[in-house]
């Protein structure tokens, strides 16, 4: 069952499988990262260095880099942005749109040359439809959740049974380069 709302945009494993180079050639020029779970592992404190290397790829071909996080401990945010090099959007309560809004306006960039990457459906790919950007759905990067995010894993993985992994079912969207 597809519901268009709920549809990543491309699905892979971990941020690092994700080719910089495609966002840039497909007409991307800002990358909202969501903390718990895409970036930092839940339970850890900081970023993994693949994570690091990645934002640094990321910067150095232009790409413009910002945490949008509904965490709410402002200490963690701050030590992963420092860590990514990146500005933070706290208490960002995706799905609503408003914390992604804030960042692409921070940084001048109009939704269709924006992405999300995050790793629940429920909230970054809703909150990524709600703001008319696209979600790049990753894996959560551990087992361990908050208590609603694990009441609600089974229904993610229930509407994303048949979404497959990789570029290959993305479409062209509005502002989209296909390849």
Request: with cysteine.
């Given at each position: 069952m597809?519901?268009?709302?709920?549809?990543?945009?491309?699905?892979?494993?971990?941020?690092?499988?994700?080719?910089?180079?495609?966002?840039?050639?497909?007409?991307?020029?800002?990358?909202?990262?969501?903390?718990?779970?895409?970036?930092?592992?839940?339970?850890?404190?900081?970023?993994?260095?693949?994570?690091?290397?990645?934002?640094?790829?990321?910067?150095?071909?232009?790409?413009?880099?910002?945490?949008?996080?509904?965490?709410?401990?402002?200490?963690?945010?701050?030590?992963?942005?420092?860590?990514?090099?990146?500005?933070?959007?706290?208490?960002?309560?995706?799905p609503l749109p408003f914390g992604l809004k804030r960042a692409m306006e921070a940084a001048g960039v109009p939704a269709e040359q924006t992405v999300l990457v995050g790793d629940q459906l429920l909230t970054d790919v809703l909150g990524g439809s709600f703001a008319g950007i696209p979600v790049i759905l990753v894996d959560p990067q551990s087992q361990k959740d908050l208590i609603h995010t694990r009441l609600l894993r089974p229904v993610e993985a229930r509407l994303l049974a048949g979404v497959p992994y990789g570029w290959e079912h993305v479409g062209e969207g509005p502002g989209r380069k296909t390849s």
């Open positions: 597809s519901v268009p709302a709920l549809t990543p945009w491309c699905r892979l494993h971990a941020l690092s499988e994700l080719d910089p180079a495609e966002l840039e050639a497909r007409g991307i020029r800002l990358v909202l990262l969501d903390r718990d779970n895409t970036c930092v592992p839940r339970g850890c404190k900081d970023p993994a260095p693949d994570v690091i290397a990645w934002c640094a790829r990321a910067r150095e071909l232009g790409l413009r880099l910002a945490l949008v996080s509904n965490n709410w401990s402002v200490s963690a945010l701050a030590r992963t942005s420092e860590a990514l090099s990146a500005p933070v959007v706290t208490f960002a309560l995706k």
